[in-house]
């Protein structure tokens, strides 16, 4: 399927698409909170526990969420760079003591998760480190190994390591010196746009008030210019993850958003009230043109959305 047929094919299900206007354009596909590993998040056709052969038996919403993330695999076809922003899957859950995960085999996350983002077949990824709780087990971090299992992953480290990698045809990633491949944020240009991505920002269960803590962030590192970077630069595109929603801002000189999540609530989101609980499911896709113009779409799961069961108990 190319990608004029993958448009015309999302088409039909009621998605709004649209093409980029030039080959010189580069184009991001951002994940985050995929969450694989819980009972509520999506996760391979097929996901084993190692240590007994056992393949997990995969919920209606299992399904749903799958058919979707194959959407978004055809909506996002041939992008330049996919970057996972934290936790690509669900840890432990030790607060829980494991009841609401399918394996508290970190192993078997990170396996099953590298099956839902191979597929999405970019020529590179780049990774930005989750919350410890999700994506480390003790003293081993897993999404530092994932990230280096998927082979064509950009290293990175913001301080120390000072990684410096050559990217040549052919997926080839030279670097040098010692190597880490995902740090609390990344920062990179791409058509002389300035790009940062960290996986937290403040979150808010009430719709009103979820631009603020992303606007705040907007604002703020504002003042850090000639800090975090050089004085004469702007940053083009901000994006964060970790609040299960998705929301947008667009201020003449950048546009912020927090990528969509894969997880429908557990009982950790309940504790404070029913409201505001409700994630939102989907990709953001980023189009840079080679004049530094930027698109920024989203693809977000509407039609189908798991819905709670609902029986009518008129004749009780």
């Not at 041939?78 to 995960?101: H, M, R, S, Y």
């Not at 009103?208 to 800090?227: N, V, W």
Request: hydrophobic share 35%; proline share 4%.
């Amino acid at each position: 399927m190319n990608i004029k047929q993958a448009i015309t094919f999302l088409k039909t299900k009621g998605y709004e698409v649209k093409l980029g206007r030039s080959t010189a354009s580069k184009t991001l596909l951002c994940v985050s909170d995929i969450h694989d590993g819980s009972i509520y998040a999506v996760c391979s056709d097929e996901p084993v526990r190692a240590e007994t052969g056992e393949v997990y038996k995969r919920w209606p919403h299992n399904k749903k969420l799958l058919r979707h993330w194959f959407d978004i695999r055809d909506w996002g076809r041939n992008a330049d760079l996919v970057i996972c922003n934290g936790e690509p899957f669900d840890g432990v859950n030790k607060k829980q003591f494991g009841l609401q995960v399918w394996t508290m085999d970190m192993g078997d996350q990170k396996v099953d998760s590298a099956k839902l983002l191979r597929p999405l077949n970019p020529k590179y990824y780049m990774f930005t480190r989750g919350s410890n709780y999700h994506v480390r087990d003790g003293q081993t971090n897993y999404e530092e190994m994932l990230a280096q299992d998927l082979n064509r992953t950009l290293p990175y480290s913001g301080y120390f390591l000072n990684n410096k990698h050559k990217i040549r045809r052919g997926h080839a990633i030279l670097h040098e010196g010692r190597t880490r491949y995902l740090d609390n944020y990344i920062w990179f240009t791409i058509h002389g746009r300035l790009l940062n991505f960290t996986h937290h920002v403040g979150f808010s269960k009430r719709e009103g008030f979820r631009t603020t803590s992303l606007a705040s962030e907007m604002a703020a590192l504002d003042h850090d210019r000639g800090y975090y970077y050089e004085l004469n630069k702007n940053i083009a595109v901000f994006g964060r993850g970790h609040s299960h929603y998705h929301v947008e801002i667009r201020y003449p000189s950048s546009i912020g958003f927090i990528t969509p999540s894969w997880k429908l609530p557990d009982d950790h989101l309940f504790r404070g009230g029913l409201s505001g609980t409700r994630p939102t499911i989907g990709a953001v896709k980023v189009v840079i043109e080679q004049n530094g113009d930027i698109q920024v779409d989203k693809l977000l799961l509407k039609k189908g959305y798991p819905k709670p069961y609902t029986p009518d108990l008129s004749m009780i």
